[in-house]
């Protein structure tokens, strides 16, 4: 099966500025996720989505973030506008359902300058 | 909110020792999850484990999930350079969170 496809793999932007993040996770997987990951760190998870509805945002920096996951395929994640802090790798992830084992994407390293 | 402590965040090990990282939790967990990250890479899935005292094994790797559902391991017999990177424990938040939170994770080293 196809796995997790992340683009772009790398970006570099300085602060204040806008970027776009995109994944398309496995076919048939309802729950897709958002993780964030600091050098050295575990992941963090940003955003759940179950199908194309937020399970679970609670720890999503909602001034700064969004995402979408419409027709509950595809998402994005937004962040608008960057800061230093927010260089780390975005790794998207699915799975069948919750509590069952997560496919990771290869991620996307963010470099805010 | 709950978190999974994992221990050691370090191991260095000469090829073909033994090694070993734990996960603590000081609640129970539903079950838990362990994933491999090599350098520059992804986290990828290895096992979960659901039931109480639960052992199960894959080749070299010995997974365990303690009694009171509260602690897990994960150990490798004989570690190779393949075995290089950084181990994860990976649990739900709290009871029917869907939250799966990770460990700060173990970085293993393997000296030819």
């Known amino acids: 099966e196809a796995g997790v496809a992340q683009s772009p793999r790398y970006k570099i932007i300085e602060k204040r500025q806008s970027v776009a993040f995109w994944c398309n996770p496995i076919s048939g997987h309802a729950t897709l996720y958002w993780y964030q990951q600091i050098l050295g760190q575990g992941p963090k998870l940003l955003i759940q989505f179950q199908n194309n509805g937020v399970v679970d945002d609670s720890q999503l920096p909602k001034d700064r973030f969004s995402a979408e996951r419409l027709k509950g395929v595809d998402s994005t994640l937004k962040i608008q506008p960057a800061k230093l802090e927010d260089s780390a790798v975005y790794l998207c992830?699915?799975?069948?359902?919750?509590?069952?084992?997560?496919?990771f994407g290869n991620g996307t390293r963010l470099t805010v300058t | 909110g709950q978190q999974v402590m994992q221990i050691p965040q370090y191991q260095h090990v000469q090829e073909g020792e033994d090694f070993t990282t734990y996960c603590n939790s000081s609640t129970t967990l539903s079950n838990i999850q362990w994933y491999k990250q090599r350098p520059g890479g992804h986290p990828v899935f290895l096992i979960q484990l659901v039931k109480s005292g639960e052992v199960k094994k894959q080749k070299r790797l010995t997974f365990q999930f303690g009694e009171a559902k509260k602690n897990s391991s994960l150990h490798i017999t004989a570690t190779q350079t393949t075995d290089v990177g950084t181990y994860f424990c990976a649990a739900p938040q709290g009871a029917g969170s869907y939250q799966l939170t990770f460990g700060k994770g173990t970085k293993l080293s393997v000296i030819p």
């Open positions: 992830a699915s799975s069948w359902a919750h509590n069952s084992p997560l496919h």
